[in-house]
């Protein structure tokens, strides 16, 4: 519970949290935000990581002064481009096996199967759509893997799906973070970023799951 709490209020009080580490480290705020952002695209195991939000904070931010906003995006489309490549491979050479435990949290396999409902729907076009989307952005590029999806395309995909998606948020921050009701109401913003993010995801999963009670009816 008490994690959960401190997730949350990591989450709530990002602009905060990313604040603090500004003061405290410096130029190494780069090399911070870049782990974070290769973690959650990257890793299987760290879908929960913030994204979307992380990247308006981190735009609002370099407004006031704090980052370069043009070296911002540089590195963290980096970060997401090349998270989204180790991903690919892991799932080439690792594969299904790594989704041996039904009960595991930190491999669930209900996440791989819905991002590969996603993927068998929209195809390689997932690549670069699902960099919106927590959770499947973080199991597009390992499914693509399994699925030996041709290198090049994947390249394309990543590509344009990472400075698309780093692009936008980070320079949205940058841009409309100093507007006064955009500023005295962070967390709000931060709140609803969170679930813009979240929307596609889940009216996916309830899409889902009525196909599935359909059939059974039937």
């Not at 595991?104 to 919106?132: C, E, M, V």
Request: one cysteine or more; glycine letters at 8%.
């Amino acid at each position: 519970m008490e994690l959960l709490t401190a997730f949350a209020d990591l989450v709530l009080h990002l602009d905060r949290h990313l604040q603090w580490l500004v003061s405290t480290h410096g130029a190494w705020i780069y090399a911070i935000l870049f782990l974070i952002i290769f973690c959650e695209t990257g890793l299987v195991v760290t879908p929960f990581l913030p994204g979307d939000s992380l990247l308006f904070v981190a735009g609002t931010l370099a407004a006031a002064g704090d980052m370069y906003v043009h070296s911002l995006f540089a590195v963290l489309a980096c970060a997401s481009f090349l998270g989204d490549n180790t991903n690919y491979w892991i799932g080439r050479y690792a594969g299904p096996r790594v989704f041996t435990r039904e009960g595991s949290r930190l491999l669930n396999p209900s996440h791989l199967a819905r991002t590969q409902h996603f993927y068998d729907k929209y195809g390689a076009n997932t690549i670069f759509f699902a960099r919106f989307m927590p959770i499947v952005r973080t199991f597009a590029p390992f499914v693509a893997g399994i699925g030996r999806m041709r290198y090049s395309r994947f390249l394309f995909y990543s590509f344009s799906g990472s400075v698309a998606w780093v692009g936008s948020l980070a320079y949205a921050g940058y841009y409309f973070g100093t507007v006064p009701v955009v500023k005295q109401n962070l967390t709000l913003v931060i709140v609803i970023i969170v679930l813009i993010s979240v929307i596609p995801g889940v009216v996916e999963y309830l899409r889902h799951r009525a196909r599935g009670s359909d059939s059974v009816t039937k």
